[in-house]
């Protein structure tokens, strides 16, 4: 059961190896040296803020600038939820970002996690992915409300309970502010001196085991002592050597429906956001915030992107499969109509782990990718993670090998 499961929702759960360090950095970097970080997402623009804050120069390339409509950190809202099954790897890295988003938005005077509690439900296959994970919550005191469809009925009544065994509320869970979390942190980067330049930056010549430089799309070059590729979708094309068989890009649709202007507001309980696994069938979504809508989302891979080049058109049979489901589990939103659409990418690992290791022929290049759906929300922590390699006060951890 559970290594089914976790197969098939690698994106909740992704595998875990079970052998989780290794040796540092092999080139580690004294405080003061120079750092280029190419992407301004959420792995790049965190990694530039943690290690301006350790008192390197960093210099930040994008080509369009943070949260800009092409990148994966470019949506309006993403999920923040601490149940990974049994990997315990990730748990605590989301407790740590929990943590860590909590501290900024104080220290920022900015909302960037919205405390909404994440619903999980689903039937007993898909249960089990939370089941697995109640040992680390209760392990380290972190609260969840476990109902039976029965109870969860007169809590949740907008929620038709079909197919539904059990739920299960993770209180400390909610959502983040994705686009305009990505453009305070590169502003607050700036801020405390860091350096942001547009363009495309490619790697240059490897010399003695060195990157010794990027090239940027106006054909300029950069020369600094370490180097982070943190370019998202884009990481097999900048590295189709070590990378195309390894990170696979594909175009995802999330829609935002319209409700009935007193649909919400009649409830006694606010909305968390929530999660849905039935067999194969994952869907998720975030209630109406921004007057933006009732977002939903089918995790479904669905056909390889082009993150540059592909036009960004939803298709209308998922479309109207989100309608089916939505009319299903939120009977009150049958007939809904749509408001908008967005299409973004997932850059898929065949495990679904994430990728934060060295360049096979460079030690001082550090791959940091593969998102696979689920990475935004550790922007800070592995910005944190990634400072704390560069001085030598880290491990490399094997489930982010390449």
């Not at 056909?303 to 298709?315: G, S």
């Not at 499969?321 to 109509?337: D, H």
Request: hydrophobic content about 40%; overall charge neutral.
């Amino acid at each position: 059961m559970k290594d089914l499961i976790t197969e098939e929702h690698k994106t909740f759960s992704p595998k875990d190896t079970k052998v989780n360090q290794r040796n540092k950095l092999a080139y580690t970097v004294p405080k003061g040296c120079r750092v280029i970080v190419a992407g301004a997402g959420a792995f790049g623009g965190w990694s530039a803020f943690m290690l301006q804050r350790q008192g390197y120069k960093v210099t930040l390339i994008d080509p369009w600038g943070p949260g800009n409509t092409r990148s994966s950190s470019g949506g309006e809202t993403r999920l923040i939820r601490a149940v990974y099954g049994p990997n315990e790897t990730y748990f605590n890295l989301t407790i740590k970002a929990i943590k860590l988003w909590k501290e900024f938005q104080q220290a920022w005077d900015k909302k960037l996690m919205i405390n909404t509690g994440v619903l999980w439900m689903g039937d007993d296959r898909g249960m089990e992915i939370v089941n697995l994970a109640l040992k680390f919550f209760k392990a380290n005191n972190i609260p969840l409300k476990e109902y039976s469809p029965r109870q969860a009925s007169k809590i949740f009544p907008y929620i038709n309970m079909e197919g539904v065994s059990g739920l299960v509320m993770e209180e400390a869970a909610g959502f983040l502010m994705a686009r305009e979390a990505t453009q305070i942190v590169t502003q607050k980067f700036l801020e405390e001196g860091g350096e942001l330049v547009y363009g495309f930056a490619t790697p240059g010549i490897i010399k003695n085991e060195k990157l010794t430089s990027v090239m940027l799309s106006n054909n300029s070059r950069l020369e600094a002592d370490f180097y982070i590729f943190a370019c998202g979708s884009w990481l097999p094309k900048i590295f189709p050597e070590i990378l195309s068989d390894k990170i696979t890009v594909t175009k995802q649709e999330v829609y935002y429906f319209g409700v009935p202007d007193d649909w919400i507001l009649n409830f006694q309980t606010p909305m968390p956001g929530w999660v849905d696994i039935q067999d194969k069938e994952i869907y998720y979504g975030i209630p109406g915030f921004l007057d933006r809508g009732f977002k939903v989302a089918h995790d479904k891979r669905g056909p390889d992107f082009d993150p540059t080049h592909h036009d960004r058109f939803p298709d209308q049979d998922e479309i109207a499969l989100a309608k089916k489901y939505l009319a299903k589990r939120f009977p009150g939103l049958k007939n809904a109509p749509l408001l908008e659409s967005r299409v973004c990418q997932y850059s898929n690992t065949d495990t679904g782990n994430l990728i934060v290791d060295h360049h096979p022929e460079a030690v001082n290049v550090l791959i940091l990718g593969g998102d696979s759906g689920h990475g935004f929300k550790y922007g800070p922590a592995l910005g944190d993670y990634v400072s704390k390699l560069l001085v030598g006060e880290a491990n490399l951890n094997r489930l982010f090998k390449l």
